[in-house]
């Protein structure tokens, strides 16, 4: 069964500062993984995703993460927090074959940046 | 553009009753998922459908049902057997092509009860 854990419920960074959220996964087979971006009171929003090529994956809004799979850890990095990046940000795994696709999502890390 | 459009933003249930939401999107994907969010515990699936007509129990499907008669529609109905229904209720949509394809949300459902 497939699993992710988000390491810190709520991170708080100074504006500019780099910002780190923790991912780890575990999964039976070679994962597919997701960051998700939530504002208040909206639905998910997709920042970036690895599907098995390069290991360090550029997303939108000048986001990255690195697939460690030694580590089995998928963290999210930006080098300077800006104050719009306050929001939730979720981690997924994706399994499955042909039309079936089972996701589990972590429960989310809490980002707030700080003037 | 393409996407997933919820309604209504807001909801409240009066006890005893049955009400439904309302998911549709155009983005010609053929499957949807239905999945409830609470603080703390992120999402968890409801029901999912990876084509017209055919739907799956999802972790947490009782108290709920759904059905898929339209490839674009996939409406929730959350019933009176579900004694903690007040959550964030959000729908998704992917092109049923596998595990790599991200799934696409719409901007959800605040659920209360009166």
């Known amino acids: 069964a497939q699993s992710v854990t988000q390491l810190g419920s709520h991170v708080s960074v100074s504006e500019g500062a780099l910002v780190l959220l923790r991912c780890n996964y575990s999964?039976?087979?070679?994962?597919?993984l997701f960051w998700y971006v939530q504002y208040p009171n909206q639905g998910l929003q997709l920042l970036l995703k690895y599907t098995s090529a390069a290991t360090l994956v550029k997303g939108i809004n000048g986001f990255e993460a690195e697939f460690k799979k030694s580590e089995t850890s998928f963290h999210l990095t930006k080098p300077s927090a800006h104050m719009s990046d306050a929001a939730e940000y979720f981690c997924?795994?994706?399994?499955?074959?042909?039309?079936?696709?089972?996701?589990?999502f972590g429960t989310g890390t809490k980002l707030q940046v700080i003037p | 553009d393409g996407g997933i459009t919820q309604s209504p933003k807001y909801l409240f249930r009066k006890e005893g009753q049955n009400v439904t939401l309302s998911c549709e999107q155009n983005?010609?994907?053929?499957?949807m998922y239905w999945y409830r969010q609470d603080p703390g515990q992120g999402l968890r699936l409801i029901y999912y459908s990876q084509i017209v007509n055919d739907f799956q129990k999802g972790d947490i499907a009782e108290g709920y049902s759904v059905s898929r008669e339209k490839k674009e529609s996939f409406p929730l109905t959350v019933t009176s057997a579900q004694k903690n229904p007040t959550a964030f209720y959000l729908c998704?949509?992917?092109?049923?092509?596998?595990?790599?394809?991200?799934?696409?949300f719409g901007d959800g459902t605040r659920l209360s009860i009166l």
């Open positions: 999964s039976s087979v070679p994962p597919y």
């Open positions: 998704a949509s992917s092109s049923g092509q596998g595990a790599r394809q991200p799934q696409h």
């Open positions: 983005l010609n994907h053929d499957a």
């Open positions: 997924a795994v994706s399994e499955g074959s042909g039309g079936y696709q089972k996701v589990t």
